[in-house]
């Protein structure tokens, strides 16, 4: 078996040549998110990989084997509940309100420009298509967002470190908006909207 200690976010410092020869592993989040794990690459190889705790694994990450070999990590793809705005009455703010929500119950969530991904749950599935979100079951790679305050990899490929800048302002106030412009109606679309015209999953 051989042993993985270390991680080049995105194959940091490498050549696309040298990325390309690379041996891959195929792994979903349920795994990538853990430090220590056993995996098998393309090559047939035995790995275990021990990472620093709380070091997540991203696809397109490298880990770099004892014998200095390198293993390129590919997302795979898993179970997930895709998440998109009605494209009938639907609204980029919709998609916005929904992320606000899921938030709140700390569920692990990939936020794209036009869509959400979680992982499947019946519950939050029942609850997005009663915001008259479209909801839909599929299989795709999920990367969810690394908390405030770490390293997270966008879809562009890089990595980002956020600085915990609390948006605190010379006057004093803290401008953290906890309120997020909820304003207790929900957006229950009683003005008419005909959602018979909406597919919710």
């Known amino acids: ?25 195929e792994l979903d989040w349920d795994v990538r998110q853990k430090s ?3 995996a098998t690459d393309s090559q047939g ?6 990472l620093p705790r709380g070091q997540a694994v991203r696809g397109g990450d490298v880990l770099v084997a004892e014998d200095g070999s390198l293993v390129r990590v590919l997302a795979a793809p898993q179970k997930v509940l895709h998440i998109t705005a009605c ?14 929500h899921l938030g709140n119950r700390h569920v692990p969530i990939e936020l794209q420009p036009d869509h959400l991904k979680i992982e499947p749950d019946h519950v939050l599935a029942d609850m997005l298509r009663s915001m008259h979100m479209t909801v839909v079951e599929a299989d795709l790679p999920f990367e969810p967002e690394g908390g405030a305050y770490g390293g ?26 906890g309120h997020a412009h909820d304003h207790g109606h929900a957006h229950d679309h009683g003005h ?6 909406c597919n919710h999953g």
């Open 1 to 25: 078996m051989l042993t993985a200690n270390k991680l080049l976010p995105q194959g940091q410092g490498l050549s696309a040549p040298l990325l390309k020869r690379a041996a891959t592993v």
């Open 45 to 50: 190889r035995e790995l275990a990989i021990f």
């Open 36 to 38: 220590r794990f056993a």
């Open 87 to 100: 494209a009938v009455h639907g609204s980029p703010f919709d998609l916005m309100r929904a992320a606000y």
């Open 192 to 197: 008419g909207h005909d959602h018979g015209k």
């Open 152 to 177: 997270h990899v966008t879809n562009d490929g890089h990595s980002h470190h956020h600085h915990g800048h609390a948006h605190s302002h010379s006057d004093g106030h803290s401008h953290d908006h």
